[in-house]
């Protein structure tokens, strides 16, 4: 693990009692968070003002407070759990933070992290879930930005949810075998709580849960999940993808995933690269089908891991069939395809109404490594279509001039981008008619990084450049056309 500077905690304050000096809006605001965590809170203000006046009125449904209308002094500090201070000067910062010390209490001053022994972070309530947030006192705006971003993902519902699972714990630990059983029921219950919906407010829903979903697995009976992991970076994940490496015994991910995708994965588990990648060594997709059986049937929790969408293009069909066929349950977790990605990363629409009226998405590539020839090249040809072509660099002469012959006009726009959404991104866009010169422009040996060609009007409005990565500058292509 790399180095924390902070260790995050969770400190029960149910009965503590907690020494605050101070009567303005920030101190308040420290007092109500004491004793919503369930703290005697003691004030220390000879004259509160009027948000503290309100507060200590109206009590807390949590903890309690307890007002000293005089000044704070040394004594008043010992014995308590913690200690805070909104001081208004240096001078009595220091003279709080050194008796708190003195008396063995962790000390906050407010807003002088300086002289503090710990900070208040920003807070995602769903209590019993508690999201705390620190960035160690130095940026709190980023904090609450961070508040915000995690607010927006976490249901309002999930605190009902949280109470549910701790009145069902025992009853599951009772019910259902450690392992699969038992794993199967909390992500299903986890499903749940993500849905939207409230928690039931009896056992019956989630104790039928117990029955069918645990008790109808067998110990060494496990599962595939087909998830995908999106076309780079982790950005693209979906909530569900992450839930699904959450609850992964084993990850069989391919070549091009990244490596910030897998960090999401829980610790314990066990990561295999079973890779497939044009032009390079590879496992064979029967391989990797008798893997996932193996696995599942030693009763593990498998995720395999699919750049992009495992269904497009991503061999799901064949692993689907197998899995099936061996009676193993397998689900799947759709991901943001490459297309869809280019089109975000370009800014350009596929669908354009001026432009297109249908999209195609295409393999450049048949079974025996040739251009596919069951493929509808006339329909390509269409002018009123956007076609997008993956894996299409080493067949790029070959597309240009395929289309050529069936009647796509020679200018006819083109995009092409490899490395879609990662840091060795590259992008070209020019005239149908110089395709190869563009791939070969973009020195894509390098990287060895996929190749999406997208054809079409909609990428006539952008400009004959290339992009290469580093700086992101961009290098005008047009003299070697």
Avoid at 52 to 67: A, I
Avoid at 204 to 232: C, F, M, N, W, Y
Avoid at 423 to 439: K, Q
Wanted: hydrophobic residues 45%; aromatic residues 6%; glycine residues 12%.
């Amino acid at each position: 693990m790399g180095p924390l500077a902070v260790l995050p905690v969770f400190f029960s304050l149910q009965g503590k009692q907690v020494a605050l000096a101070g009567d303005s809006d920030a101190a308040a605001w420290k007092a109500e968070l004491l004793a919503a965590s369930g703290a005697e809170v003691h004030v220390y203000a000879p004259d509160p003002g009027a948000v503290m006046k309100g507060l200590l009125d109206g009590g807390s449904p949590s903890g309690r407070f307890v007002h000293r209308a005089r000044p704070w002094d040394p004594a008043c500090l010992i014995g308590k759990a913690l200690a805070i201070c909104d001081a208004e000067t240096d001078g009595e910062a220091r003279a709080f933070a050194c008796a708190a010390r003195a008396a063995g209490v962790p000390v906050n001053v407010i807003d002088n992290p300086s002289f503090c022994d710990f900070q208040f972070g920003s807070i995602v309530n769903r209590s019993p879930v508690v999201i705390g947030i620190s960035t160690n006192g130095v940026a709190p705006i980023l904090g609450q930005a961070i508040r915000r971003r995690i607010e927006t993902l976490i249901p309002p519902a999930l605190a009902g949810w949280a109470a549910l699972a701790g009145r069902l714990r025992e009853q599951v630990l009772a019910r259902l075998a450690a392992g699969p059983q038992r794993r199967a029921f909390w992500e299903r219950f986890t499903d749940w709580a993500f849905s939207g919906e409230d928690a039931p407010e009896d056992r019956s829903g989630a104790t039928a849960l117990i029955e069918r979903t645990g008790l109808g697995l067998r110990a060494d009976q496990g599962k595939v999940t087909l998830v995908g992991a999106g076309p780079g970076s982790a950005d693209y994940l979906t909530l569900k993808a992450v839930r699904a490496l959450q609850g992964a015994d084993v990850i069989l991910f391919d070549d091009l995933v990244a490596d910030e995708v897998l960090e999401l994965a829980r610790r314990e588990a066990r990561r295999m690269m079973v890779g497939k990648r044009g032009g390079r060594d590879s496992c064979r997709q029967e391989d990797i089908n008798d893997l996932m059986v193996r696995l599942a049937k030693q009763g593990k929790s498998v995720v395999r891991l699919k750049s992009g969408d495992p269904m497009i293009f991503g061999r799901a069909g064949e692993e689907l069939a197998r899995l099936k066929a061996e009676g193993i349950p397998v689900s799947v977790v759709s991901g943001v395809t490459s297309a869809a990605a280019m089109a975000e990363r370009f800014g350009v629409s596929l669908t354009h109404r001026d432009h297109a009226q249908s999209l195609r998405l295409v393999t450049a590539h048949s079974r025996h490594g040739d251009l596919p020839e069951s493929v509808d090249w006339n329909g390509l040809a269409d002018p009123a279509t956007t076609v997008i072509f993956y894996m299409g660099g080493r067949m790029a002469g070959r597309i240009s001039a395929r289309l050529q012959e069936q009647g796509r006009a020679a200018t006819t726009p083109v995009a092409i981008m490899s490395g879609v959404g990662r840091a060795s991104e590259r992008r070209w866009t020019g005239p149908l008619s110089a395709l190869a010169a563009g791939v070969a422009s973009l020195g894509l040996e390098e990287t060895g990084d996929p190749v999406l060609i997208g054809v079409g009007e909609v990428f006539g409005e952008l400009q004959v450049v290339g992009t290469l990565p580093g700086n992101g500058e961009a290098e005008d292509l047009s003299a070697a056309l």
